[in-house]
């Protein structure tokens, strides 16, 4: 099993460029999740996603969307950056039956100029 | 709404020293608490949990217990290693469904020989 997998790693971006960051799991996990961690924020939650075609709001959502067309992929789409989009960002999934224990993959460093 | 708090870093100890980090929570009902831990350059694992009150979630060593009265799940291990500097995260999800984490803002510890 890879787990869970995130590309690519580090991305730096203009302001008003788009982009997206792929996840992906091999687990068969139904909930996906994408966080955002900030230097002293811990993670906040983004987006988040129960089952293929069904995805919800969280925490910070703005400035970005998601979509959840396979149980495996959880794309990231950047709309048009702005520098305060700049942090790390993780994929996470984890199987209903257990609560809370997420798997988290290596991150994506995006810095936005 | 849910929120975590725990200690602000960094925590500085030498090998052997015992090591505690404060976690206190706000939830309504029964929230499910965690504690996971970041190594440096990688994403988040899961250390141990504690689902209902006075709980004990334990993982190598280390362990915290769910103290409903004081909302708090402090985290302990009597005899630190220098493989144990990381970032700690305490989390919860509200209730014993669903898997959508609030996290606290982290505490760095760094453990020299």
């Known amino acids: 099993n890879a787990g869970v997998t995130q590309t690519p790693k580090f991305q730096v971006l203009k302001t008003g460029q788009s982009m997206t960051l792929q996840c992906a799991q091999d687990?068969?996990?139904?909930?996906m999740s994408w966080y955002r961690q900030d230097p002293g924020m811990g993670l906040r939650l983004i987006h988040y996603?129960?089952?293929?075609?069904?995805?919800d709001q969280g925490e910070v959502p703005n400035g970005y969307n998601v979509s959840r067309s396979t149980t495996e992929d959880f794309p990231l789409r950047l709309l048009s950056a702005a520098p305060s989009q700049t942090s790390v960002y993780f994929c996470?999934?984890?199987?209903?039956?257990?609560?809370?224990?997420?798997?988290f993959g290596p991150g994506t460093r995006l810095t936005v100029t | 709404g849910n929120s975590v708090t725990q200690m602000e870093g960094p925590v500085t100890l030498s090998e052997e020293a015992f090591l505690t980090i404060n976690c206190t929570y706000t939830?309504?009902?029964?929230?499910?608490l965690f504690w996971y831990v970041q190594y440096p350059g990688e994403g988040l694992q899961l250390l141990l949990k504690?689902?209902?009150?006075?709980d004990k979630g334990s993982n190598k060593g280390f362990e915290a217990t769910y103290r409903k009265e004081t909302t708090s799940f402090h985290l302990e291990k009597g005899s630190v290693q220098v493989s144990d500097s990381a970032v700690y995260f305490c989390?919860?999800?509200?209730?014993?469904?669903?898997?959508?984490?609030?996290f606290g803002g982290g505490t760095r510890v760094l453990v020299k020989p």
């Open positions: 996470a999934s984890g199987s209903g039956g257990l609560v809370g224990e997420q798997y």
């Open positions: 687990m068969n996990h139904e909930y």
């Open positions: 996603s129960v089952g293929a075609g069904i995805t």
């Open positions: 939830a309504t009902g029964y929230p499910s």
């Open positions: 504690a689902t209902k009150a006075d």
């Open positions: 989390a919860l999800t509200p209730g014993a469904a669903g898997n959508k984490l609030t």
